[in-house]
Each structure stands twice: as structure tokens, then as C-alpha cells.
């Protein structure tokens, strides 16, 4: 489901070469790429150095002495030091993507600015991700994930806890506001869906846009289900549509006249409203598949999920959970679905047709 490296065929020199132009296209624009290292499936996250007044960094990488020491070297490789960031910014709540801010901002003095409502999650992110966690579990035990499995995966959560670090949020940013630098000025972009935080920044005048893990050229970002910002999520409310939510602001994004897109892991993306298009037909398959299996019989997502992927909706429930709850909320939208609820566990099935 992601982290899948391409296979070296002849296309793969052509792929490097395109990737190698798309950077020094970036570093033209005064926009270095530094690829920190994750314990994650994802591999690399890519922080972006903006050789700006005030300097500054799009998202830090996880919360590691490597990530920190390979961060210091991409830095120094460029003359810089840590502590010569002047502005750390954050593009979405994923670990991977804020885990050492804390530690940059109190080494540099950093000012560190994320989406307003982003602020509350980074500056309490241990209780934060408890609740996470709690809403994850109502949503797994919900849609047939044995409780045991649950359990673990409840511990393996926590265990992962520390690659982030609560960090507080001094330049609160609002959607559509500016953020001014010297001598550029990003637009700030809510994008929701792979995460509920997601923030697009967009350099207008040098069509450039980071996107974070909005899109990215390799994977399918993961539409991960999760909790409403800011919010104490009533596990009885309707639980938040995920892939709904990322789809529109995919639609958002695929309008926007942009050159090159410079995302939070792998090679920058020219060509984004195809390859947002060939997302869009990705889904749509996706979703027909997981039609036909309950046109077959009523299945809960953790059964579909199971088809789909066999042993993977065990050690990765969450995530192929979301992918099938995301899909199962395109076809109940179609009202080609519903949903059976029976003895606390959902079952989907095919609407009458
Ligand atoms: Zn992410």
C-alpha cells in the first residue's frame, strides 16, 4: 500500500534524470529538497529548506538522533547550521513530518507555524494521540477487527508515540492567509484528507506548491481515517469521510495552475492534475471491487479488507481499514451501498440495485 520502491527497468535512468532536473529546478526557486530518514514503511520525508529571510523549513522529519544528525548534514552541505532557521513550518499532524520541530525550534529560536487549528494537537500531542488512539480502536472493533488484535495493535501504537514530540505553534496560519517571506510569499491552503490537518503552500509567482502528503508521485496517499481536529469525537457520531474529504480537495488541487509540486516523500511532481486523474480512476476501481465482493455477500470492512489484502489487514488493520471505509463512504454516497449494523459490528452491503 505504499513504500513500494519502483523496479529498476530502463525507465528508471529517465525517471532519476527527471527527478534530478525537477530539483535544481526547485533549488532555482531557492527550494532545497533535504530527505531525512523515517522508521516508517514510507521510507524518506522530505523537509524542504526555503533559502529565504527568515531561512526556513518545511516540516522537520521524525523525532530520531539519525533523522537530527542526517538533517544537520543536508543542513551543513547547504552552509547552514540549525541554528540559523528562522521559521519552521509544519505542513500536517503526522509524526514523521513534525517529530523533531520541538528540538530545531528550541536549538534555532525558530518561530514555528502551522494551521491554526493544528496548533492545539501539536502543543498537547501526547494526550492528543491517546485520544487518537481511542477513536481508532472504537472504529476498528466497530467495522470487525478482533478485539485481540485490537489490544496489539493499541501497544504497537504507543510504542511508535515517541518518533513525535509536542511542540508549541507560535505563527498560527489560516486557510487562504499568506505567509510573507523577504523575498516570496506562500499561500497557505487547507487540503484535508490523508489527514485532517493536511496544508498545501503555495509560491505563486515561481508555480510551485508543497504539498506535503496531499499528493505524492509514487504512492496513493493514504486517506487515513482519523479524528476531527480539535474536537472530544463522540465515538457515536457519524464517523468523518475521509476519502470524500480528500477527493474534494484533490479537485481543488487538479484546478490550480502550478509547474512543479514538491512533495513530503519522493520525486517532485510536474505533471500533478494527470496523476491526480489517474488517483481519481484508482479510486473509482478500487471501489467497484469492494461492489462486487458485497453484491457477493454482506462483509465488514475488515472481511473486505482481508479479501483485498490478506495477511496486510492484520499487521496494517487501521490503514487498510481506512482505504475500505473510504471506499464503502463512495459507494453508500452513490447509494449503491448501506450499511447493517448487527450487535455492534457494521456489515456493508449491496443496496437492492
Ligand atoms: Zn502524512
Do not use: C
Request: aromatic share 4%; hydrophobic share 40%.
Amino acid at each position: 500500500m505504499s513504500g513500494r520502491g519502483a523496479p529498476d527497468t530502463p525507465g528508471a535512468e529517465a525517471e532519476r534524470e527527471a527527478e534530478q532536473r525537477d530539483l535544481r529546478r526547485a533549488a532555482e526557486a531557492g527550494i532545497h529538497r533535504l530527505a531525512v530518514p523515517t522508521p516508517f514503511m514510507v521510507g524518506r520525508v522530505n523537509a524542504y529548506l526555503i533559502e529565504d529571510d527568515p531561512l526556513t523549513l518545511i516540516d522537520s522529519g521524525p523525532n530520531s538522533a539519525k533523522a537530527l544528525d542526517e538533517l544537520e548534514q543536508a543542513l551543513a552541505a547547504r552552509g547552514r547550521r540549525v541554528e540559523d532557521i528562522g521559521l519552521l513550518v509544519i505542513s500536517h499532524q503526522h509524526m514523521d513530518h513534525f517529530g523533531l520541530a520541538s528540538i530545531l525550534a528550541r536549538r534555532s529560536g525558530a518561530e514555528v507555524a502551522a494551521l491554526e487549528p493544528l496548533g492545539g494537537y501539536l502543543a498537547g500531542y501526547g494526550r492528543e494521540s491517546e485520544l487518537d488512539d481511542a477513536f481508532a480502536e472504537g472504529i476498528m472493533l466497530r467495522h470487525g477487527i478482533p478485539a485481540e488484535v485490537v489490544t496489539a495493535l493499541r501497544a504497537v501504537s504507543a510504542g511508535f508515540r515517541a518518533w513525535g514530540s509536542a511542540v508549541e505553534v507560535t505563527r498560527p496560519l489560516s486557510d487562504g492567509g499568506e505567509l510573507a517571506l523577504r523575498d516570496r510569499t506562500l499561500k497557505v491552503l487547507h487540503r484535508p484528507g490523508h489527514s485532517p490537518s493536511d496544508t498545501v503552500f503555495l509560491d505563486e509567482e515561481r508555480s510551485v506548491l508543497l504539498s506535503a502528503d496531499h499528493l505524492i508521485a509514487h504512492i496513493s496517499s493514504n486517506p487515513l481515517l482519523a479524528r476531527p481536529l480539535g474536537a472530544e469525537h463522540d465515538l457515536a457520531a457519524p464517523r468523518p469521510q475521509a476519502l470524500v474529504t480528500y477527493m474534494r480537495s484533490l479537485e481543488q488541487t487538479k484546478e490550480m495552475d502550478v509547474g512543479l509540486v514538491l512533495p513530503g516523500h519522493g520525486r517532485p511532481i510536474t505533471e500533478h492534475a494527470a496523476l491526480i486523474e489517474q488517483r481519481f480512476r484508482m479510486h473509482r476501481r478500487r471501489a467497484e471491487k469492494i461492489l462486487g465482493l458485497i453484491e457477493a455477500r454482506p462483509r465488514s470492512a475488515h472481511e473486505i479488507a482481508q479479501e483485498l489484502w490478506g495477511n496486510v489487514a492484520v499487521t496494517q488493520a487501521y490503514l487498510t481499514l481506512s482505504e475500505v471505509l473510504g471506499h464503502a463512504d463512495l459507494l453508500l454516497e452513490d447509494g449503491r451501498a448501506v450499511e447493517e449494523e448487527q450487535d455492534g459490528v457494521v456489515r456493508f452491503a449491496a443496496s437492492g440495485g
